[in-house]
């Protein structure tokens, strides 16, 4: 059964604008499904994961897009950048909308000629896993702010859970496949990804030498996720030096498997710690690389505050690249430890959220939000992300919010 993906509506805008449609996100979210599905005609497709067909691409450009003619569908076209001159100068020439539909797992190795080549050519959409809305079977086409607005249109449309339902969803992870997979191919299934991973994108497009060290390095990453990035801590970890962690978590990053939550600043106080954030995107790959191998270990294991925030800010990040929009999202902490967890920026007004893995938040949560009133910035509405069952105000304008609506 094909599961409706919020991004459908942005791919369907950016393709009758621009003559080059390119859809980056890590291995096995639905790149090629959800462009299948936005079809409106017959387009040859051609995947570069075959071996013949990288290739031709390679070795001859010009005759691979003789061969694959406009319009079409190009998989997994980091393999061979080669194809970018020849797809401008084709585009050049006949400037229909809609000619190459392109999928990238590896931004890393992608965005560099994609901007060199097809700068103002193409529109570029980024998709993670399932989000939380598309599991119900209800996208949602409005980005998560904590706002009043937002919120009215959630009541009557958000599918609540309950903690064990929540951790559950957490614990198994968005990855399409797993979507309607019975529980006892979990392992499995995030075993044969990560092999995939690293023998396809780690070995073959980046300078990874020690396919046991980075997956090591993986393993130490998902242990801090939601935590303060330390790469000296890191480093002695794994092993390797500071330097080779930095490379290293680019290419996670650039691959769409972490994201790096910067602190927010606007250089009013000095107090402010400048260190980012890290957070896997997908919660059951991190749940597999730290060995929580059931949803009821997980729910009363040490890190089950980390997972419960990595799952919320993963979903708010989602909510936006999946209308195609990139988040302005922060998190504030200062010398003190004094920290909001989240704050959106949206057109010159901040947005506090504080994630709590409880049902009955207090206004002692949200204490630190009025740190924010010393940066002259205007202040929207705040919430509390918690599991609480319904949306209830909490004090003035902020909100405690169920973890559903998000």
């Not at 009557?156 to 969803?169: G, W």
């Not at 800010?313 to 990139?326: A, D, L, Q």
């Given at each position: 059964m094909y599961i409706q993906r919020t991004?459908?509506?942005?791919?369907?805008?950016?393709?009758?604008?621009?003559?080059?449609?390119?859809?980056?996100?890590?291995?096995?979210?639905?790149?090629?499904?959800?462009?299948?599905?936005?079809?409106?005609?017959?387009?040859?497709?051609?995947s570069l994961d075959?071996?013949?067909?990288?290739?031709?691409?390679?070795?001859?450009?010009?005759?691979f897009l003789q061969r694959f003619p406009s319009p079409v569908l190009i998989d997994e076209i980091q393999y061979a950048p080669e194809l970018f001159p020849y797809i401008k100068a084709i585009v050049d020439e006949k400037g229909d909308s809609g000619m190459f539909w392109l999928t990238g797992s590896q931004q890393f190795h992608l965005m560099k000629n994609v901007s060199e080549s097809l700068a103002g050519r193409v529109g570029i959409l980024r998709l993670q896993g399932f989000s939380q809305s598309e599991k119900t079977l209800i996208p949602c086409s409005t980005p998560f702010l904590p706002t009043p607005e937002y919120i009215t249109g959630k009541e009557?449309?958000?599918?609540?859970?309950?903690?064990?339902?929540?951790?559950?969803?957490i614990w198994k992870g968005?990855?399409?496949?797993?979507?309607?997979?019975?529980?006892?191919?979990?392992e499995i299934y995030y075993e044969s990804y990560l092999q995939t991973y690293i023998e396809r994108d780690i070995k073959e497009l980046s300078s990874v030498n020690n396919e046991l060290d980075f997956l090591k390095f993986m393993r130490t990453l998902a242990a801090r996720t939601g935590q303060l990035l330390n790469y000296a801590d890191i480093a002695a970890d794994v092993g390797v030096s500071q330097p080779t962690i930095k490379s290293w978590l680019s290419i996670l990053s650039a691959s769409g498997l972490v994201y790096i939550l910067p602190p927010y600043s606007n250089n009013v106080t000095s107090r402010i710690v400048k260190t980012p954030k890290v957070y896997f995107m997908d919660t059951g790959l991190a749940c597999y690389l730290t060995g929580w191998k059931t949803p009821e270990t997980l729910e009363t294991g040490a890190m089950n505050g980390a997972f419960f925030e990595?799952?919320?800010?993963?979903?708010?990040?989602?909510?936006?690249?999946?209308?195609?929009?990139?988040?302005?999202i922060y998190f504030y902490r200062d010398k003190d430890k004094k920290e909001i967890d989240v704050i959106l920026e949206e057109n010159g007004t901040l947005y506090p959220i504080e994630i709590k893995k409880k049902s009955n938040p207090t206004p002692d949560d949200i204490k630190a939000f009025s740190l924010l009133n010393k940066f002259n910035t205007r202040i929207g509405a705040g919430g509390v992300i918690c599991m609480a069952q319904t949306h209830l105000p909490l004090i003035n304008n902020i909100t405690v919010i169920p973890v559903g609506y998000i």
């Open positions: 991004l459908e509506q942005s791919i369907q805008q950016l393709a009758e604008f621009y003559p080059v449609l390119l859809i980056t996100g890590p291995r096995q979210v639905g790149k090629t499904t959800v462009l299948k599905n936005c079809e409106a005609e017959k387009r040859t497709y051609v075959t071996l013949e067909n990288r290739d031709l691409a390679k070795r001859d450009p010009a005759l009557n449309t958000a599918i609540l859970q309950d903690l064990n339902s929540v951790f559950h969803t968005s990855y399409p496949k797993l979507f309607n997979a019975a529980d006892n191919l979990w990595t799952y919320v800010v993963s979903e708010i990040i989602k909510s936006y690249w999946h209308n195609g929009k990139n988040p302005n």
